[in-house]
């Protein structure tokens, strides 16, 4: 059994959907990240034989201006997470974010290359990043990009709703990888199965291919009006990484690759389809 982390998060509702029954979720009441007793008493309880850590503070404009409360999650409670697991010599999986990179690189990054987090939330991730490698506790450090599904409020969906009152503005100077989280939640349950073969590494697992948030809205909303525009004129509390290409080629190679381009989920609504999940990956 697999103990997930995150459960009511986007991510964490769709590893629930892939594997109904597949994981002990217990929710951020139950297991706050940030009390090391709780999380030592959660893995005493449910001996797992894996833990999937998908929670965290993901506000990213947010956290520039509560540095202190993403630090305590996405770090130290990271860093308690951890801790337990090296210590019954359980695995983990973190999952952790492509602004780990400020995207200054001109090329895709892999996993090995020097972090230099542009942004509060960023360096919040890279200190849990930081604490996980100290534990020694076996573990995938799973870096991904731009989630996005079929339920809940995410930037597509913000988009969608404003797309349906007038024309849009999108970045179109801002590259990185629409990741379809049904299609993330395959990937990560597939190297959960390969649990004894795993190398324990640094993966780049995000959606292929990469793109600039334009092109992405325009594919994915074919009946918007998309006008594309830049950063400067975008300003948000925090900074992105405008070039945050990962190179995935290991992570494609391992356990498949992650496409993007056929999760219409905002089409099919559009065509008033009731079972919106159940079409997430109709082609
Ligand atoms: N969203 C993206 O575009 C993106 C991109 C790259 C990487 N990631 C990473 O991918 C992972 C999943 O992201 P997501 O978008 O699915 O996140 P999300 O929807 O914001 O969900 C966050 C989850 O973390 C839980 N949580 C928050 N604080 C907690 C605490 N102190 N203790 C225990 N649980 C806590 C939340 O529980 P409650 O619902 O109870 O608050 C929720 O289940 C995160 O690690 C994120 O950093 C996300």
């Known amino acids: 059994m697999i103990l997930l982390l995150g459960g009511s998060g986007r ?4 590893l629930l959907r892939a594997r109904p029954g597949g994981f002990v979720a217990p929710s951020s009441g139950a297991v706050d990240l940030r009390d090391a007793g709780a999380v ?3 893995m005493a ?6 833990v999937l850590h998908a929670a965290g503070f993901t506000d990213v404009d947010g956290a520039a201006s509560r540095r202190a409360e993403a630090f305590a999650v996405n770090g130290v409670g990271t860093g308690h ?3 337990a697991c090296a210590a019954l010599d359980v695995p983990l999986v973190f999952l952790s974010t492509d602004h780990v990179f400020d995207g200054r690189g001109g090329a895709p990054y892999a996993p090995e290359d020097p972090l230099a987090p542009v942004n509060a939330y960023a360096a919040s991730k890279a200190e849990g990043e930081r604490r996980v490698q100290a534990s020694g506790c076996r573990a995938a450090i799973v870096r991904t990009a731009w989630l996005h599904g079929p339920d809940g409020e995410d930037f ?3 988009m969608a709703a404003r797309a349906r009152r007038g024309p849009i503005w999108a970045v179109a100077d ?3 990888h629409p990741t379809p989280v049904d299609g993330l939640a395959r990937w990560l349950l ?3 199965d390969d649990a004894p073969s795993q190398p324990w590494t640094t993966w780049h697992a995000a959606g292929t291919p ?6 992405w809205l325009e594919t994915v909303l074919p009946w918007a009006t998309v006008r594309r525009t830049t950063t400067d004129r975008f300003p948000t509390p925090a900074r992105r990484p405008r070039d945050a290409r990962l190179d995935t080629s290991a992570a494609d190679a391992a356990y498949g690759p992650i496409h993007w381009r056929d999760t219409r989920w905002h089409v099919l609504r559009e065509n008033n389809t009731s079972d919106v999940s159940a079409l997430a990956f109709a082609r």
């Open 11 to 14: 991510l964490g509702r769709a």
């Open 40 to 42: 030592r008493t959660a």
């Open 45 to 50: 309880r449910w001996r797992p034989r894996i």
């Open 81 to 83: 997470v951890a801790t």
């Open 156 to 158: 597509v969906g913000a």
């Open 174 to 176: 801002q590259r990185g």
């Open 190 to 192: 597939a190297l959960c």
């Open 210 to 215: 990469a793109v600039d948030r334009a092109t």
